[in-house]
């Protein structure tokens, strides 16, 4: 098994946090994986992406058009993302809006990209959180059960990675990520297979 | 066996390797991206119950003085951290240290920024080892970088001379699976040579991150057939191993992060291809498309057999060019104290000459209010030089050199000294928050916290200023915008008196450290409602959290980045706030 997965986002809103767990999932499965904590300058808002694979890698760096999921915690990096998404794609964005400008959209038709967009700050929001869009995108990524990214191994993970004063809350977000991806099928429909 | 696994980063990964070779001194100056090391000895040690030494320095200097000082006669087992820059703060003992023997053990780690991403220049650390024949390692994963840590401190103990690693940010900052071992029982493995490829025409030598790059390019292209790749570990000395398997090939590939160092070692330049002969760019970090790039061209130049080159889908730079997307340059956080430290010097003087310094206030920029990075500390030494140019023609222009207050007591106290000492007039605003930002948040030493939490004295930087001989010291609340303009402006009437430098702290804590909170806050930022549309402040102030909204032809906040600091209202013209400014300016007009 091989994934290349972009998390992208900004400063300050828990990038590095959901690339960590994604990779401690897969080691706690006992698949080999590495992965990229891209810090630039220590700052608040600046663009930050962070890379991991799964599988016989030595690197942790992504080559243009070769990841295979992108998970995008802000709509203007997930455009700047979308160079290193292969064509069949998965792409979850986090974003209010209901849909992509015609260009983008466009282009994910033609690049067989499966797009969901995500409103994951509202449902942070909903808990009370205001910064943990990241758990919900994480636990609508989870409905989509790509091995071994499953709902049980994500909230393992979530569990040891996240401080017990938070945990909770967390977990909640996670929960309702999930439910949301449920409810809307998210999963099911997919245009093609990742693998 | 080992213990246990735990997913770390490089950096982390390196802390454990030392702490497990029994490291019983540890010194370090923070500088992206070598700052976790320390604070990962710190976390290994207080887990393994080990007696370790660990201390935040001063200055590269100090650290590596530290460091030598324990093994070279101390007969301890020591270690400093710093960046590659760093290494040149160190060099004048660096090159002494290497020629005498060690009682002890000593390890320099370096960590290079190819890019650079973080630094105002590129350097390879590898180059100064092989120069001046100093041992020197480049792992490449954080795993090999925990072996490597390990067996160099044994080794240097054993043969009683310091041993160099090379990381780079690729290294130091990537995350994998690392096995813990107890302390002293580690099975190093180094490897070294022929790792992947049955290819017999094209060898590919290659280090470090480069490495593992190749390898995944390698494995991507399905070029395994055509092509050997060979791994260097050890840079300096070099495996006779290598010259072998360069004889063994027709042609030769050299892929390494940042300067010529293996490819020189190597020589042949009739059979080797690398930077010399321009087939891998000259500058900048090694992506992992430059590398598919690289081996493409090659591959096919070499007759390789007929591939599909990887071609772009430019559809999606089209696609991407009727989106707004946000460029988010580096700048500096929203509601940082010192972007309004900025603001004031540059509304004070637009004109004035900003020699500048390294670390977040080389953001300043942005505002007009840096106009120089060259070295820590050369903000002050420059603003020196530029007063003497215009002092020789009769000219008194305002000078306002910036610091932050790491950088003040790592590298500007003499030169301070220097310029009361020959009468130098300009004004010095030392930004103090409290602690080291850029890198990361360590204390600095007028905090009084060292790096494992214990207290120790702090010290004010105003007695040190006072100290070095300047009459003029001021300490001001940047947030309090009009006090700025005006101390900066009495700074300057200071300098028509007397021929010495004039010193402003702006002391307010870094937002990182008050976990975004502001203390006293201003009233949440309602500039948008009266906003004309004049972009001034978006010229002047440059805050993340403001942004222009075409639509409505009004500045647009994003509530989630605006920390409500209120400190932008004094860069609109039409607020209360920037009108008021004008009276604060009477003062210093030059
Ligand atoms: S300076 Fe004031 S009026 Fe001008 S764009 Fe900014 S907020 Fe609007
Ligand atoms: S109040 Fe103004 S300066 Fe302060 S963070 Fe918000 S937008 Fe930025």
Redesign the pocket.
Known sequence: MRHEIICAGIGGRGVLLASTILIEAAIKSGLKAVASDEYGMSQRGGSVVSLVKVGDFASPFIGRENGGILLAFEESEFYKALLFLKKGGLALVNTRAAELPPSIAGLLEKREITCRLVDGDGIARQTGMFQSANMALLGFFAAFGITPFTKEVLEETIRSRVPEKFLAKNLEVFGKGFDAATKMGAAGDRRTDIV | MHSREDVVIGNQAIARGLVEAGLEIAAAYPGTPSSEILPGVVYFKNMEGSRIHTEWSTNELCAFEVAFGAAAYGGARAACFMKQVGLNVAFPALMRSREKSIEGGLVIVSCDDPGPQSSQTEQDTRLIAALFGIPVFDPSSPAEAADVAYHALTWSFENKVPVIIRSTHRVSHARESVPLYHPGTRKVILKEGHVAGAGRKLGIVASGMSCSLVYDVIEELGASDEVSLYKVLKVYPVDDALGKFVDSMERVLVVEETDQVIEALIGDARKVMGRRDGTVPSAGEITYDIVRDILSRVLAGEGGSARDPFVPDGGIEEALSHVAVVPRPPKLCPGCPHRASFFAMQYLWPDAIYPGDIGCYTLGISQGAVDTCLDMGAGVTLAEGFYDAFNQDGKLVPILASIGDSTFLHACMAPLYDAVKNRKRFILVIMDNSTTAMTGMQPTPQTGITVDGTATRGVAIEDIVQGLGVNFVRVVDPYDVPAMIRTIGEAFDRLKEEPLPAVVIARRECLLLTKGAVKDAGYPAD??R?????????KTFDCPA?S?DEASK??RIDDSLCTNCGI?YY?????RE?KALKAAKKAGTP
Do not use: R, T, Y
């Not at chain 2, 009266?530 to 978006?538: E, F, P, Q, V, Y």
């Not at chain 2, 860069?571 to 607020?575: D, I, L, T």
């Open positions: 500039i948008e009266d906003c004309i549309g004049c972009k001034s402040c978006l403001m222009f009004k500045i932008c860069a609109c013209p039409v607020q920037g």
